[in-house]
């Protein structure tokens, strides 16, 4: 019998030990966790997204800003605000959504970000920190960290598993790698351009698929009984959802898959809202 992962329901239950962690820290210690959100132009789902995270952050009790900049606006007026937070001891998570406007340098600005406050793990201090497996507290990528989640919840170990990530972005990819193999999964990343990729896919028990391709994945290219965790979120053109897995297709061979929308989506909010109060707790 296959398990649909419910996404939604794992995020919900995460969210309820958030706002009880907010509670706590407000009345022991006083403490408000604090995010700002930056959005700069009107991509449509980046507007969704930002305003998702905005009002989730209300709803648990956070202080929650969304700072919106036109498409048009400079580098320097972003690095401005980026500055503004770092100084603002209210402010314990700062984040950028991306993706950009092109004629704004990213990198510039994701390293202007004080690493302590750098919620969404991709200032190269944090990046660095997760690669060497260094002990102690440092921010994630929060989609990575939410896959994480998920395993856990439905896999009783990672040690020794296979598994098979195809894509290679900051965002999710390599971040979910190190998380991997620092608990002692055997990692092989693949990518659009590797040659007999199904090789790879077949001998995964984690199948991992951030490739940006609806549909991709079919059962033939899945080992039975394997883990499939979908990352991919493409916008047909009848305005549906469909991820880069079959769904319905390797659900027939599959223990564990998760949907699109509902499975990993979800998770990426509820654990910013995790590691923005993680980083209220770490620094105070
Ligand atoms: N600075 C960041 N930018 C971006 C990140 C990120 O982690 N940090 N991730 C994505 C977008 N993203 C959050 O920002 C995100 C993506 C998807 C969902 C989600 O809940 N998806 C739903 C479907 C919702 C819909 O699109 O209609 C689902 O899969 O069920 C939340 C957040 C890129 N940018």
Redesign the pocket.
């Known amino acids: 019998m296959t398990n649909v992962i419910n996404?939604?329901k794992i995020?919900k239950q995460l969210n309820k030990e958030t706002k009880t962690r907010v509670d706590k820290l407000k009345k022991e210690k006083g403490i408000i966790p604090g995010i700002a959100v930056i959005l700069v132009g009107d991509n449509p789902?980046?507007v969704?997204?930002?305003r998702?995270?905005h009002r989730t952050a209300e709803k648990l009790g956070m202080k929650s800003i969304l700072r919106k900049f036109p498409k048009d606006v400079s580098q320097a007026e972003v690095l401005q605000a980026i500055h503004h937070y770092n100084d603002d001891p209210t402010i314990h998570a700062i984040?950028?959504?991306?993706?950009l406007p092109k004629h704004l340098n990213q990198t510039e600005l994701i390293e202007a970000i004080a690493p302590e406050k750098d919620v969404?793990g991709?200032n190269s201090k944090n990046v660095g920190k997760l690669y060497n497996n260094e002990n102690g507290h440092y921010p994630v990528?929060?989609?990575a960290r939410g896959i994480m989640t998920l395993l856990h919840s439905y896999l009783d170990k990672i040690e020794g598993k296979n598994v098979t990530i195809i894509g290679r972005s900051i965002?999710?990819s390599r971040p979910l790698q190190s998380l991997l193999i620092n608990e002692n999964a055997t990692v092989t990343m693949v990518s659009l351009h590797t040659d007999n990729i199904d090789y790879y896919t077949k001998h995964a028990d984690i199948l991992v698929v951030a490739a940006g391709k609806p549909n991709l994945i079919k059962k033939d290219q899945v080992k039975l009984g394997a883990t499939v965790i979908d990352v991919g979120?493409n916008?047909m053109a009848n305005h549906h959802?469909v991820?880069d897995v079959d769904c319905d297709d390797v659900k027939e061979v599959a223990e564990n898959i998760t949907?699109?929308?509902?499975?990993?989506?979800?998770?990426?909010?509820a654990t910013?809202m995790q590691q923005t109060v993680d980083l209220a707790e770490w620094n105070k």
Do not use: E, H, W
């Open positions: 996404g939604r995020a789902a980046s969704i997204y930002t998702n995270k984040l950028i959504q991306l993706p969404d991709f990528s929060c989609t965002l999710v979120i916008r959802l991820g949907p699109v929308p509902g499975g990993v989506g979800p998770m990426t909010i910013l």
